[in-house]
């Protein structure tokens, strides 16, 4: 059914999915069944798992003995992939998520006493733990065979109740709709009912007002103390090239770096967040209270929960900032250019191995934070997808070119440029330059021939190396990024020393009045309203 209405959809229009996440206002019994509810998805995942991993453990003693029985080497990993597709004929088959569904239904009625809770919760909270179970195990599958990319998968593990996110997923039921959007301020859900919003879904209410918008699924999950939903919707995407004002814009050069969060070619600079840096420094003093704390002891209880708060403000605050800067890119020029940086090379231990020591350790220790803070793969992913949404285009320039070390105003390269150096000097030309903003020019311009030379109908992009007159820089219009929730004191209840105070945090020329702008919710829908701010 799912399926039919997807492709009567397809032909229409180019369809994405996109996710719309609000900030839940529960009441406490709706906290406790969401809890319940998380707790029956997990439950799901571990015995859909340990049914996957006994099929598993059959699979591969299957094979040892047919190894054995063969006078083959049962510890040879060739031989033993050699006979996997055998073995498996013998065994019966790692159970799938519709498998274990069915199971535990069949297990449900021979035993009343498995899961006599389940009827306090959706049912898809259990299919939605045995699909994950599913993904798990795919993804360490795929992680070993090299199907998949990135890092290494670990063999699956069962979730725990102290360890895991507390998270569970309502599919929408397409024969009669029950996840609904009420008003801007409140969702329906299955077995919740009407569940109150910090945040709104005023976007998502004037999509649905034009039509066309279906409610595929919607995950509740809980970050620190508070509880999310995340709404996936099916709806219509934008097929568009470049505005005038993106294609005037040019190629934008952006290097990120480790002094600023970015810099551009056209010279913005957007500093490293200091309220970010701040929540840090009062998450590192949770984490030494916590550790003074005696195990077992209420204190030591009410230290945990502060740091899972502080820990979740601080990936929120992240988040936020991450998807304003790279809205702003993808809305504002023809093409974003950036370094394609191997990030798990550059952020691998700096101590070394015994044998071959690191160097200058305590400098790259310092380095890798600062980019594990910059979060450089989600920023690459989000511009990849924004790019798409917004008719601009992202270019990957070469790993090992040396964008720092050359002018960009003659092109030589100084190799001997080292990291603490700031500013460019060449020797050739005598340009002097700030040394992230030299990289963006370089970077800009390596990605405007990368697409120039592309480019189907011969019109060329200029780089973006100095700031359009007339128009706002588009790093200063981001909004005032303090934490609000930062400027009401911590959860402890202390009050802010100071009150209202005009933020440091973003300034590009100085003397040009900084530009305050509204909001800019961006495919995920922040929380930001009256009642964060005012209670
Ligand atoms: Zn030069």
Redesign the pocket.
Known sequence: MAIEALTAASAREPMRLRAYRVCLDATPTQITMMAQSAGAQRWAFNWALARKIAAHKALIGARHQLAIERGLDPDDRDVLRGLTREATQLVPRIPSAIDNLAAWRQACRDDAELTPWRSGVSSYCFSSGMRAADAAFKNWLDSRSGRRAGGKVGYPRFKSKHRARASFTIYHDVKKPTIRVQDARHLLVPRLGVVRLHSNLRRLIRLQRHGDVTVRSITISRQGRRWFASVLVEEPAPTRGPSRAQMQAGVVGVDVGVKHLLVTSDGMHLPNDRLGRRLADKLTQAQQAFARTQRGSQRRAKAARRIGDLQARLAERRSQRLHQVTKHLATRYAAIAIEDLNVAGMTRSARGTIEQPGRNVRAKAGLNREILDVAFGEFARQLAYKTGWYGARLALTGRFEPTSKT??????IDPTLTLAQRTYQ??????VQDRDHNAAINIAALGAAQINSEAPDGVQLQVARSKPPGRTSVLSELPDTRDKRDSRGDISGRRPRTGRQASPALRDDPGRPRVTARGHPDGVIRQRSKHTRSA
């Open positions: 002018c960009s105003a003659c092109g030589s060449c020797a050739a030309c005598g340009h």
